[in-house]
């Protein structure tokens, strides 16, 4: 499968952004997708998931309230709406796929198809 986010750009703390993630190739609905993102010097962090299905999700504290991921099956999309958008949240943003997988893995070595990145950058 392949991948292609985009939609990333410059907001100012308190906007909002959303990226997409396109999947192409066989059986793209067999994916769980995530979404994780890299600033300059950290490590890769997970950001959300969404089982193939779509019905469940999987945020951590640091964007629960604020970031929602969707997908769109019938447009082998994935989604992550960004609300309230923090400064720290700036970063280089990734989605990736997991052939079966669930909303459970949360570390990108678990995952084995990723996206090129898009640019996040929040000004206060």
């Known amino acids: 499968v392949q991948l292609q986010a985009s939609g990333g750009g410059l907001a100012q703390a308190g906007g909002s952004l959303r990226l997409a993630c396109v999947a192409s190739?066989?059986?793209?609905?067999?994916?769980?997708t995530g979404w994780f993102r890299q600033a300059p010097g950290k490590e890769r962090e997970f950001v959300s998931a969404?089982?193939?299905?779509?019905?469940?999700?999987n945020n951590p504290d640091s964007v629960k309230g604020r970031f929602t991921i969707s997908s769109d099956n019938a447009r082998n999309t994935v989604y992550l709406q960004m609300n309230d958008l923090k400064p720290e949240d700036t970063a280089v943003y990734y989605c990736a796929a997991k052939l079966w997988g669930g909303t459970r893995y949360t570390k990108s070595y678990e995952y084995e198809y990723w996206g090129q990145g898009t640019q996040v950058t929040v000004s206060s």
């Open positions: 190739g066989r059986t793209v609905n067999w994916y769980a």
């Open positions: 969404i089982s193939p299905s779509g019905l469940r999700t």
